[in-house]
């Protein structure tokens, strides 16, 4: 349930609706988003970011705009200026089990769950509510609307990159370090010539076509 009217300013900046709601009384206003709906490998991970009082707002937008460098040194900014941030991760496993939106929607949860500071409302990025009691907005690309989901956006895709980076280790063949999971065309001729590993998507295209194969071929031998 939203709080009503969230813009007043004729021309709003990416701090009117944390400011907005302020004056409505919430005090602990989170950000949410999540990184990781389209690979074909890895978890999904979602970010929760209350902004603290030092922050400067305007520094923070979306992840997808900025390089690896500047995300990183934002992640330390907010880190370093009292934010309070968490995250929370599904795995590969649980997003075939539930689908791909329910397993975002479950990351978000965890998230927020996880905060340090429970917070009174939630900014919440694209159009699903999050199945929480906690008063909140849904905004479709909410990251270039409120500065506290473009921060979000900014952690979850620093985490889950760092996380692919780790894959990688364990799976060079994918070069997961360098797409993230994503379905390049090296990434699916990966896919083609190795068949999937343990951390593939098994219900997405361009990887369940090969468990398949791979199923038939048992049966054959």
């Given at each position: 349930?939203?709080?009503?009217?969230l813009?007043?300013?004729?021309?709003?900046?990416?701090?009117?609706?944390?400011?907005c709601?302020r004056?409505?009384g919430y005090?602990?206003?989170?950000?949410?988003?999540?990184v990781?709906r389209?690979?074909?490998?890895?978890p999904v991970?979602?970010a929760?970011?209350?902004?603290?009082?030092?922050?400067d707002?305007?520094?923070f937008?979306?992840?997808?705009?900025?390089?690896a460098?500047?995300?990183?040194?934002l992640?330390?900014e907010?880190q370093n200026?009292?934010?309070?941030i968490s995250v929370?991760?599904?795995?590969?496993t649980?997003?075939?089990?539930l689908?791909?939106l329910q397993a975002s929607?479950?990351?978000?949860k965890?998230?927020?769950?996880a905060?340090?500071?429970q917070?009174?409302?939630l900014?919440v990025?694209?159009?699903?509510p999050i199945?929480?009691s906690i008063?909140?907005?849904?905004?479709?690309?909410?990251?270039?609307k409120s500065a506290?989901?473009?921060?979000?956006?900014?952690?979850?895709?620093?985490?889950?990159?760092?996380?692919m980076?780790?894959?990688?280790?364990?799976?060079p063949?994918?070069?997961?370090?360098?797409n993230?999971?994503y379905?390049t065309?090296?990434?699916?001729?990966?896919?083609?010539?190795?068949?999937?590993?343990?951390?593939h998507?098994q219900?997405?295209?361009?990887v369940?076509?090969?468990?398949?194969?791979?199923?038939k071929?048992?049966?054959?031998f």
């Open positions: 349930m939203g709080p009503g009217k813009w007043p300013d004729p021309e709003p900046d990416t701090y009117s609706l944390e400011r709601l004056q409505k005090k602990w206003i989170a950000g949410l988003d999540e990781g389209g690979p074909l490998a890895g991970v979602a929760c970011v209350i902004l603290g009082e030092k922050c707002y305007s520094i937008v979306d992840s997808k705009i900025i390089n460098e500047t995300r990183s040194r992640y330390s907010l200026n009292g934010a309070s929370g991760v599904v795995s590969e649980d997003i075939d089990r689908n791909i929607l479950m990351a978000m965890r998230a927020v769950n905060l340090p500071t917070p009174d409302f900014l990025d694209g159009n699903q199945p929480l008063p909140q907005q849904t905004l479709v690309k909410g990251e270039s506290s989901i473009a921060a979000a956006s900014i952690v979850a895709k620093v985490v889950r990159d760092d996380l980076g780790q894959y990688h280790l364990q799976f063949e994918y070069n997961f370090k360098q993230k999971g379905a065309l090296e990434h699916r001729q990966a896919i083609r010539t190795h068949g999937p590993c343990k951390i998507r219900s997405f295209k361009c369940k076509e090969f468990i398949a194969k791979s199923k071929m048992l049966n054959i």
